[in-house]
């Protein structure tokens, strides 16, 4: 029994075919990457598990149980075991590190107070802001405002984490830092889906990678195999032309 | 009238009702076009010109910005004959237009000015652009497409704005309501129909400013929404 | 200019100036309510504009319309409708009311448009990041857009503000005893047109000016916070 189960699944963006029949399987700790050229549908997909984008036709189960996307009750249920970190504009402006952290487990799950903060703070230190608790988002580089986003999401206690290319939107010399933060939660083995441009960084943390084209899965295989010897043309068009750059 | 609406009585006057609607219109194209003439030469002057000028043009808008229209057109129409100059109802309203666009589309002009990119100017430089050149492929398109918005966004307040010339006896299209209403008091139907009207032309005008404003500026508008 | 001289000192008699005090106080009442209200009621507009559930289709529906028609009605043609419904369904003959109606409504329109476009202004993973984490619409409206938004709709929502007190001109047109009325009262009583237009514009412009220093100050305040 996987964790998640995506069956014959078709979503829209108004009359755009954003997600073309998908069928995938997430197993519990496995770390699933998804590549792919821009207007794939890669982000689309995870913006659907969470419920932002409604499915057109086709099932979704977690951990055995069916979800109705359209059910609200059943939404509630789904973010409560699914988190997720967007590119860019994460934090909420107006609290300061700290509070972005606490305000959903805190406000939403209605957990202590006390409890919430430690756990938040323990959680910042593994990212290396400790020292930034009291400060505001528009005091913060991209990279540690990514990194809080994580810690923030973290503190949710979800059992699958969603990383929507949390680099794509940094100068380039601050992407280490978010990926070691990432890295460092691979290693604690939550399930992860990451969607990244960033390949040596896929190549390495990944179980499995998926490539995405046009809103459907052309090819789902070991990092190995699909950045040396993909099994579809496609898949090595586009590999062939990341790795050169 | 008691509490039925009779709406028949007074759709015979419709024809009527448009053409003061014409009217309306022409009162407001002549005033926007008055006020940008003289709101284009202030907006230079005050980029531009020296200290006294800028500082006159500035006394200018100040005033007019801070008054009502409506008690700056009662000023010329019945303060000004003791000077001896007597304006007609449909002169002094379009002065008092004129006068008052001129000072808000001096404003609209001139942060059209301001918001010239100097980098956009230094790229025209470094490919050889003459000056000509420069004001017509960078600094043109440019300015148009920042002062579209705004410059239609006015032109729709003016025209409502033209219904107070009513009050001085015009008969544009509040000043034909006025007349249709005294002479068949059915108040309600009138000045809603009135209202429709209005709202008819103020739709018609955005839809058609954001078509030209799409097309030919570049500068996207919304209509609703 | 002598006539005009000559009649100064009987223009300006503490009688009239009392007159010309109370007139407008009632300009800045008119607009001041019309804003207060216009404030809280638009707010609702633009929160339940807002919202995406198919439920509250025909509430979206009927608040557009709402907002378009008085948006795209002259002043003047809304306070005669109100003048009208109220005159024939014998609600009230009270002018004063009359005019704070058709001032709260139109101030309605137009704030609620300003504070949903401050709503829209920011950014839409903003609102994803929240409703992602299970915060209620309202929710999400309280602890995380308005907080923000705010910075972007005061200046325009003063902008209103101040434009408004030019507008309440209009409602001397039913009679209601704001400074454009006592403009022509004077004026009728026999005073210079010249004395009497001119000090209420001068009026207008005592009331409108400091406003309107004080709001391109608050404007570049919040410009400088915001960095």
Redesign the interface.
């Known amino acids: 029994m996987s964790q998640i189960e995506i069956k014959s699944l078709n979503a829209y963006y108004d009359k755009l075919h954003v997600l073309k029949d998908i069928n995938l399987n997430v197993e519990k700790g496995e770390i699933l990457s998804l590549i792919g050229p821009s207007g794939s549908g890669k982000s689309s997909l995870l913006k659907m598990l969470v419920g932002l984008l409604k499915p057109k036709s086709g099932d979704v189960m977690l951990n055995n149980k069916q979800v109705n996307y359209s059910n609200n009750s059943d939404l509630r249920l789904i973010r409560e075991q699914i988190a997720i970190v967007f590119q860019q504009y994460n934090l909420f402006q107006n609290m300061n590190v700290l509070k972005n952290v606490c305000i959903a487990p805190t406000k939403i799950q209605k957990r202590d107070q006390k409890q919430v903060e430690e756990q938040a703070i323990n959680l910042l230190e593994k990212v290396g802001l400790k020292d930034k608790l009291k400060s505001y988002p528009d005091e913060l580089s991209g990279g540690q405002q990514q990194r809080v986003a994580i810690a923030r999401a973290l503190c949710l206690n979800p059992e699958i984490l969603l990383l929507d290319e949390v680099t794509s939107a940094l100068d380039p010399e601050l992407v280490q830092e978010v990926l070691d933060s990432v890295r460092l939660l691979a290693s604690e083995g939550m399930t992860m889906l990451i969607v990244s441009h960033e390949m040596s960084f896929v190549k390495e943390v990944s179980s499995r990678v998926v490539f995405m084209d046009n809103g459907s899965i052309i090819e789902i295989n070991d990092p190995k195999i699909i950045f040396e010897n993909p099994k579809e043309k496609r898949t090595l068009d586009f590999v062939s032309k990341i790795l050169k750059d | 009238?008691g509490?039925t609406l009779v709406y028949t009585q007074v759709l015979e006057f419709f024809p009527y009702l448009i053409r003061g609607a014409l009217i309306s219109l022409q009162i407001a194209i002549l005033a926007f076009f008055g006020g940008m003439f003289f709101g284009l030469i202030f907006a230079t002057i005050r980029t531009f010109g020296n200290k006294l000028m800028n500082n006159l043009v500035i006394w200018y808008v100040?005033?007019f910005?801070?008054?009502?229209?409506?008690?700056?057109i009662?000023?010329l129409f019945?303060?000004l004959?003791?000077f001896g100059i007597l304006l007609s109802p449909f002169v002094a309203v379009l002065v008092g237009m004129t006068l008052n666009a001129a000072a808000y589309l001096c404003e609209i002009q001139r942060a059209g000015f301001l918001s010239i990119r100097q980098n956009e100017l230094d790229a025209a430089k470094t490919l050889n652009f003459t000056l000509t050149q420069q004001v017509k492929y960078v600094i043109l398109p440019h300015i148009m497409k920042v002062l579209f918005p705004p410059l239609s966004n006015h032109y729709i307040i003016m025209t409502?704005?033209?219904?107070?010339a009513?009050?001085f006896g015009v008969e544009e299209l509040?000043g034909r309501?006025f007349n249709i209403n005294s002479e068949t008091f059915r108040?309600?139907e009138i000045?809603?129909l009135?209202?429709l009207v209005?709202?008819s032309i103020?739709?018609i005008a955005t839809f058609l400013l954001a078509l030209i404003g799409r097309y030919f500026f570049k500068a996207k508008m919304r209509i609703?929404? | 200019m002598e006539r005009?001289i000559e009649e100064i000192p009987s223009f300006f008699t503490i009688w009239n100036l009392i007159f010309l005090g109370k007139a407008m106080g009632v300009t800045f009442l008119l607009t001041a309510i019309g804003c207060f209200v216009g404030f809280s009621l638009g707010g609702l507009l633009a929160i339940f504009r807002k919202t995406k559930s198919i439920s509250l289709l025909p509430l979206r529906f009927l608040i557009?319309i709402y907002t378009?028609?008085f948006r795209?009605?002259?002043?003047?043609?809304?306070l005669?409708?109100i003048f009208?419904?109220f005159?024939?369904?014998k609600i009230s003959d009270n002018l004063f009311l009359i005019a704070i109606i058709t001032v709260c409504l139109i101030a309605t329109a137009y704030i609620g448009e300003i504070i949903r476009s401050g709503i829209e202004s920011i950014n839409q993973t903003q609102w994803d990041a929240a409703e992602a984490m299970n915060f209620s619409y309202f929710q999400i409206l309280k602890e995380v857009i308005f907080p923000q938004a705010w910075k972007v709709i005061l200046p325009p929502a003063f902008s209103f503000f101040i434009m408004f007190?030019?507008?309440t001109?209009?409602a001397?047109?039913i009679g209601v005893m704001e400074?454009?009325f006592a403009?022509?009262i004077l004026?009728n009583k026999g005073f210079?047109?010249?004395l009497?237009?001119?000090t209420?514009?001068i009026l207008?412009?005592i009331l409108?000016?400091p406003l309107?220093r004080f709001g391109k100050y608050m404007e570049k305040r919040l410009v400088t916070n915001r960095n």
Do not use: C, H, W
């Not at chain 2, 409502?160 to 107070?164: A, V």
């Not at chain 3, 795209?72 to 809304?78: D, E, M, V």
């Open positions: 009238m509490y100040t005033f910005t801070n008054t009502p229209q409506l008690v700056q009662y000023f019945f303060a004959p003791e409502l704005g033209t219904s107070m009513a009050i509040t309501a108040s309600v000045f809603s009135t209202a209005y709202i103020t739709f609703i929404q | 005009l557009v378009e028609i795209r009605i002259p002043f003047l043609i809304s005669l409708l009208y419904i005159m024939i369904l007190i030019k507008d001109a209009l001397s047109q400074l454009t403009a022509k004026n210079s047109p010249l009497s237009f001119g209420i514009l207008y412009f409108s000016f309107d």
